[in-house]
Structure formats: structure tokens, C-alpha cells
């Protein structure tokens, strides 16, 4: 059991780890589980004026702590069987008594300042011994009992899991046995809300016990020690810690430790759960906007495609009626004078298409950097409200309070999370402020517009050159004086002009079907790339918000995991300790 309980507790050691847990706990469970090689740890607790220390020497039967009526135990104080009597000062604050009282044989009584102690860091000693107690005898007077210290230190103990007495000392300061009565039921009462469980209460005066051994071994001392009930209570001592129930506590004592961190962390790890969830949903939300965006932007986008080709389409349509009105009988004498097509064809067909074009992608790359700018706008608004409003479900740290976290523990946890998601909103709020529209044009409009003049705008040119070597009817060898010119005339009138032009039109379709075609997917590709661009800057903004949801709601069900196994763990191990099966 002992070595089950061992690797119980280094398993929790080890999730502590991983939890990034508080110094404090991490240190307790260290000590708790290194007591179970120390002797067994009587604790004496309650306020200074509750009478520990006389208690304490009339239950081991001798002067071996010094009393008074201001607080004389300025440290934890150490009572262990010693064959000589000494006192030492342990680095640690922590004082040894060694005493040779045949009590103190199988028992190291622990005495701790009271919970009320001036010097705060006495409390503070006895808050963080009495994890490693095995058993907890805690004095209350009988004229106050229950003081607001008390309640407060009781509530502490609770958590622990120990076994817990209750001594009301000075009962001999209560005139009659109903006025004591009533005192122990108000003590029960308390103690049921308090400790959530019935513990044994024993009314003594330790007052009167030590007058009882000074007296002479007759009636007198009789009637005192009678009197002190402080037998009762000794007699309880000795049946409860004889060899078995001392080693049965022994191995519980730590148990109550392990299951109050493992419950306090269990519940951190399901707010930790609880809130990484809603980071994921957080981050699939913002996935959710740029995949709506991106669809937006490419629906957008078709439609200011088409009004680029529109342009093409109605050039098209002013190449065909130039056609009809320029190859025709009568225009003849132009028809030879090839740089005079040439010139006509630019200026009605061609005209101002390059211009146009030229208009409709600067519209286009505005549109695209506003629409950005829109996104990051968007976003970086969307994480402020997440920011703001997990920091009200957290708690907003002070200044100088950067260590905060959730429920108290310590560690990083929280204090990482909120840098990441710090520096995400900061990265946002920087692409928001620091946002140049001229600039994003600029840098967008060199790529898109270099695109699309080397791609398309020149086939502009090029159909202009294409439509001047449809239409000349090899001329330049024909002679257009006398039979010659006739010839060709005649020629051209009645089946070569039908023809070119029949030719003009269609190579001229086909090349504006191919100059819409590059300069649809050349628009296109570079819209891509740009949407895509803009898409991975925001990813990359977000990959360490999204890194640490994914890796810490891995490492939080892990733990949750290890941590419920372990609880598992030492439910069944209690119950064995308890039953005494091995």
C-alpha cells in the first residue's frame, strides 16, 4: 500500500508538472509524501489563548513547553521522544523539543502558533505543516469557543481531508454541567457546517489535569484528575493510535492531500476546457470570416470581371461594323493605303480600350485593398470583444499582477494565454492602423497591371496589326493603270473583298476571344494570388493564438485524463487502507 500510494502521489507530481502548478502545491505534496517515512505527526492547533501548550504538557504528563498568558509559541515546535531533554532551532524556523516522556515514543506532537498569531508568517508555517499531520487535535476555550480565526482555520483543514478532534479546553471556567453541555452543542453544530463530517469533542481542563499531577497521589488528586477529563480523552488517544491506527492514518493522512489537489485541479482543467473551447470557436469563427470573405470577394470579383469584358465584348462589336463599312467596293482606293486602315482601325476600334482597361484594374486593385483592410478591421474588433470578455470571466489582473491566474493556482496558464492573445490583437491593430491604401495600390498595382500589359493590353496592339495584313490584298506588286488595275478591281468586286472581310471577322474574333481569355485568367490568377496573400497574412497572425488552443486543449485533456484516473486511484487505495485488505 505504501509503495502504491507512493507512485499515486509521483503520478500527481507529474501532472502538477504538466499543469505548470502553483510552487505551494507542488511543495506540499512533496512534503506530504516525504512524511511518510517521518514518524507519526500529532498536530496541536487553535488560537494562542486557547491553552495549547498547557494542554499539551498535561497530555504528555509533564512541564516540557512553556506557558503564559501571551502567545509563548513563536515557532512550530517539534515534541519527540529524546532520551535527554533539549531544544533546538531547526534553519527552517521549525523548533525541536526532545523530551524523555514515555507518550512521545510512538507520537511526534506538533505545537503551532495560534491562528491568531501577530506574526502573520506563523500562521502561515502552521497553514503549510498541517497538510503533513496524521492527526490533528484542535483546542478551543471553552469562554470563546469558535472564534472567527478558528471557523476561518477549520475551513482550511476541511480541504485536506485529516482527522480532526476537537478539544474545548478550560471547561473548568463553566459554572454548572448544562452551561458546558450547551457549549459542546454549539461546538458540534459548528463543527458538522464546518468539517462536513461529526468529529469526536472532548470538554478537559488542562488546568486542572496538571494540578492533579502535582497533587499527592490521594483523593485530592483523584478528584482533580476526574475533574480534568483529560483521561477520557487519553484513553481515546490510545486505542485510536495503537500501532494499527497509527499506520492506518499514517497512509491516509496523504491520500486526504492527493485527492484535494487532485479535485482542485480537476476543476481548474475543466475551466481551463471549458475556456480553450471557446477560443477554438473562437478561431473557427475568424476561419468561418475569411472563408465568407474570400467567397464575397471572388462573387465581387466576377462581377467586375465582366465589366471588363464588356469592354472587350463592345470592341469586338465596333471591329465588326468597321469591317462592314471599311471592306466594302467603294473604299477600295483606302484599302490600298495600308497605314490609313491601320490608323482608322485604332481610333474606332481599338480607341480607348487600353485606357478603359487600365481604369477597370485600378478600380479593381482599390477594391481589393479596401476590402482588406475591411477583413482586418473586422477581426481585430471581433478579438477585442474576445479579449474583454474572457478577461471578465478571469479576473482582471491588478498592476503588477501578471502571475494571476485562474482560481488562484499558480503558473502560466492564464498569463500565456493572455499575452497570445495580446499579441494577436496587437499584430491586427497594427495591420489596421499602420494600413496604406496608396501603398497596398501601389505594391498590388505593379504586379497586376505589369500582369496584365505583358499579357493582354499588347494583344490590343497586335489585333490592329493582325486586321492591317487581313485586309491588304497584295497591292504592293499590282500596277493601277491600265488592264492591270482593271483586273484587280474587278477582281476584288466580285469575290475577293467578300472574302477578306469574311477573314477580317473572323480573325478578328478569334483575337479578341483570345486577348478576353489571357486577360480573364491573367486578372484572375493575380486576384487569386492577392486573396490568397491576404489570406495567409492573416493566418499568420493568428498561428500563435491557434498553436496554443490546439496544444494546451491537448495537454488539458491529458491531464483531465490523468487526473480522473488518479482520483480513481485513490478512492480504491482509501477504501483497502480503511477495510484493512491488502
Given at each position: 500500500?505504501?509503495?502504491?500510494?507512493?507512485?499515486?502521489?509521483?503520478?500527481?507530481?507529474?501532472?502538477?508538472?504538466?499543469?505548470q502548478s502553483s510552487s505551494e502545491d507542488a511543495e506540499t505534496l512533496r512534503q506530504v509524501t516525504q512524511s511518510l517515512q517521518e514518524p507519526f505527526l500529532l498536530v496541536v492547533a487553535g488560537e494562542f489563548n486557547a491553552g495549547k501548550s498547557a494542554f499539551i504538557n498535561a497530555l504528555v504528563g509533564e512541564q516540557v513547553l512553556t506557558e503564559g498568558v501571551t502567545p509563548t509559541t513563536a515557532h512550530v515546535t517539534l515534541l519527540r521522544y529524546g532520551e535527554t531533554a533539549s531544544v533546538h532551532l531547526r534553519p527552517d524556523g521549525i523548533e525541536e523539543v526532545a523530551h524523555p516522556a514515555s507518550f512521545l515514543r510512538d507520537v511526534v506532537i506538533v505545537d503551532t502558533p495560534g491562528t491568531n498569531a501577530v506574526l502573520r508568517h506563523h500562521e502561515q508555517l502552521t497553514n503549510e505543516f498541517v497538510p503533513r499531520s496524521d492527526f490533528i487535535l484542535f483546542v478551543t476555550s471553552a469562554d470563546r469557543p469558535f472564534t472567527e480565526s478558528e471557523r476561518q482555520f477549520l475551513e482550511r483543514i476541511r480541504?485536506?481531508?485529516?482527522?480532526?478532534?476537537?478539544?474545548?479546553?478550560?471547561?473548568?471556567?463553566?459554572?454548572?454541567?448544562d452551561d458546558?453541555?450547551?457549549?459542546?452543542?454549539?461546538?458540534?453544530?459548528?463543527?458538522?457546517?464546518l468539517l462536513g463530517a461529526t468529529p469526536e469533542i472532548f470538554p478537559l481542563s488542562a488546568r486542572l489535569a496538571q494540578q492533579a499531577r502535582r497533587a499527592s497521589a490521594g483523593d485530592e488528586g483523584v478528584r482533580l484528575w476526574e475533574a480534568s477529563r483529560l483521561g477520557t480523552l487519553r484513553d481515546y488517544l490510545l486505542r485510536t493510535l495503537d500501532e494499527e491506527g497509527r499506520a492506518q492514518l499514517k497512509l491516509l493522512s496523504p491520500l486526504g492531500v492527493i485527492q484535494r489537489l487532485t479535485l482542485t485541479?480537476?476543476?481548474?482543467?475543466?475551466?481551463?476546457?471549458?475556456?480553450?473551447?471557446?477560443?477554438?470557436?473562437?478561431?473557427?469563427?475568424?476561419?468561418?470570416?475569411?472563408?465568407?470573405?474570400?467567397d464575397d470577394m471572388r462573387a465581387a470579383f466576377e462581377q467586375r470581371l465582366r465589366a471588363v469584358q464588356t469592354i472587350i465584348l463592345e470592341m469586338?462589336?465596333?471591329?465588326?461594323?468597321?469591317?462592314?463599312?471599311?471592306?466594302?467596293?467603294?473604299?477600295?482606293?483606302?484599302?490600298?493605303?495600308?497605314?490609313?486602315?491601320?490608323?482608322?482601325?485604332?481610333?474606332?476600334?481599338?480607341?480607348?480600350?487600353?485606357?478603359?482597361i487600365d481604369q477597370a484594374v485600378n478600380d479593381m486593385i482599390d477594391w481589393i485593398v479596401e476590402q482588406e483592410h475591411r477583413l482586418w478591421l473586422s477581426v481585430n474588433d471581433y478579438l477585442t470583444r474576445r479579449r474583454q470578455g474572457s478577461a471578465s470571466v478571469l479576473g482582471t489582473p491588478?498592476?503588477?499582477?501578471?502571475?494571476?491566474?485562474?482560481?488562484?493556482?499558480?503558473?502560466?496558464f492564464d498569463f500565456n494565454r493572455r499575452a497570445v492573445l495580446q499579441r494577436v490583437a496587437t499584430a491586427a491593430e497594427r495591420a489596421v492602423n499602420s494600413y496604406d491604401r496608396d501603398e497596398e495600390a501601389q505594391q498590388l498595382a505593379a504586379s497586376l497591371q505589369s500582369a496584365v500589359a505583358t499579357s493582354a493590353l499588347v494583344e490590343v496592339g497586335?489585333?490592329?496589326?493582325?486586321?492591317?495584313?487581313a485586309v491588304l490584298v497584295g497591292t504592293a506588286a499590282a500596277d493601277f493603270t491600265g488592264i492591270t488595275a482593271a483586273l484587280v478591281i474587278g477582281g476584288l468586286g466580285f469575290g475577293i473583298l467578300p472574302y477578306r472581310r469574311h477573314r477580317a471577322k473572323v480573325k478578328f474574333d478569334e483575337r479578341t476571344s483570345e486577348l478576353n481569355d489571357k486577360l480573364t485568367s491573367t486578372l484572375r490568377d493575380q486576384f487569386e494570388r492577392e486573396l490568397e496573400a491576404g489570406s495567409q497574412r492573416m493566418h499568420e497572425a493568428l498561428a500563435p493564438y491557434t498553436r496554443f488552443v490546439r496544444v494546451e486543449r491537448e495537454r488539458v485533456t491529458a491531464i483531465s485524463e490523468q487526473l480522473t484516473r488518479i482520483h480513481e486511484q485513490t478512492d480504491s487505495l482509501r477504501q483497502r487502507i480503511e477495510s484493512g485488505k491488502r
Open positions: 500500500m505504501l509503495a502504491e500510494e507512493r507512485r499515486i502521489a509521483e503520478d500527481l507530481g507529474e501532472c502538477l508538472r504538466g499543469f480541504n485536506w481531508g485529516k482527522k480532526v478532534v476537537l478539544v474545548i479546553n478550560k471547561a473548568d471556567l463553566i459554572a454548572t454541567p458546558l453541555n450547551q457549549i459542546v452543542t454549539f461546538v458540534r453544530q459548528h463543527s458538522i457546517a485541479y480537476s476543476d481548474e482543467a475543466a475551466k481551463r476546457a471549458a475556456l480553450l473551447d471557446e477560443d477554438a470557436r473562437t478561431v473557427a469563427n475568424i476561419e468561418a470570416q475569411l472563408k465568407a470573405h474570400s469586338r462589336n465596333r471591329g465588326d461594323r468597321f469591317f462592314d463599312d471599311t471592306i466594302r467596293l467603294g473604299r477600295i482606293p483606302d484599302l490600298v493605303r495600308a497605314e490609313k486602315v491601320r490608323a482608322e482601325f485604332e481610333r474606332q476600334v481599338i480607341a480607348d480600350v487600353p485606357a478603359q491588478g498592476a503588477g499582477d501578471e502571475e494571476h491566474v485562474i482560481g488562484g493556482i499558480g503558473g502560466s497586335a489585333i490592329g496589326l493582325g486586321v492591317g495584313l
